[in-house]
């Protein structure tokens, strides 16, 4: 597999050869995921033509004027279409983030149960093949968060597919964003401020432009360097609840460009991947420590999503 975690060293596993040595790889993956909340992954199966187009397809939507743009935000809590520039602000922070972004979610059959808390996705009309390409992206990642889940349930000492329903219908979301090049001084605003994710996991796709970095436990900062085309993974809150704390939500931020790159725009794809919304969020047997009780008590997915958002004001 890959070397053994040294100091500051996030896992870099190959998914790849997951199916090899499905033990080793679950170990490390986990161990990563445990230190640091952080994993790399390579040989990640998502097709290169795929990211290559997707992204295409982002910048074009991004490049549209600021009136056509507006014409999708929609509300609803930031789950579907466009928010633009300067809204969204990191848990505790006064300063909001310099990002916009365009958010696609599941695709559900009329009458479907959850239809009443998952909307639908509204598509721009001014980017041709946009509904197609990020459709096709976010099946790709929903296929690939559930290996992900498999490796991480196996370090957990639960059946390998215990995942497998507490995801099937959930709620993902897959975030397009954009941080503008930055040409004059931004004072107490950075690209986005410290935060941790509300989520299962996230499978992001664009972190080789410089500037995502995570908390260490002893109150560091470091940066998370994936190799070009390499997909980061991070531990999100649901998961860490589930847990009982076993597997970090780690906190990170997205600073700002040095002076030679300031005048490049940052733009990457995260895929928040969600539990079902009417999955309960509870300590897994086996984490909480003999005479002790859970960190945390018992909520469903869907009203531990709600309570985030307003805290960040996506709500």
Known sequence: MTDL????????????????????????????????GFAVIADHGIPQ???????????AF?????????KYALGQ?????????GIETAKGHK?????????????LPEGHPFSEVMPPNVWPKEVPGFRETFQELYATFDRTGLKILSAIARYLG?????????????NSVMRLLHYPPQPEPTGEHIRAGAHEDINTITLLLGAEEAGLELLTRDGRWIPVSPKPGELVINIGDMLQ????????????????????R????????????????DFMIEALPGTVPAGEEPKWPPISSHDYLLERLREIKLA
Do not use: C
């Open 77 to 85: 809590g930031g789950a579907r279409g466009y928010t633009p520039f």
């Open 241 to 260: 609840r589930l847990t009982n704390g076993k597997l970090r939500s780690t906190s990170h931020r997205v600073v700002n460009p040095a002076p030679d």
């Open 95 to 107: 300063a909001h983030d310099l990002k916009e972004f365009w958010h696609v979610g599941r695709d």
């Open 158 to 170: 639960v059946d390998e597919n215990y995942f497998a329903d507490t995801v099937r219908d959930g």
């Open 262 to 277: 300031a005048s490049h725009a940052r733009y990457s794809m995260p895929f928040f991947l969600h539990f079902r919304p």
């Open 49 to 59: 033509e795929l990211i290559a187009r997707a992204e295409e397809k982002a910048k």
């Open 5 to 36: 975690l040294t100091a500051d060293t996030i896992a870099s596993v190959s998914l790849a050869r997951a199916d090899l040595d499905r033990d080793s790889f679950a170990q490390e993956l986990g161990r990563s995921f445990e230190e640091y």
């Open 62 to 70: 991004f490049a549209l004027p600021e009136e056509t743009k507006r």
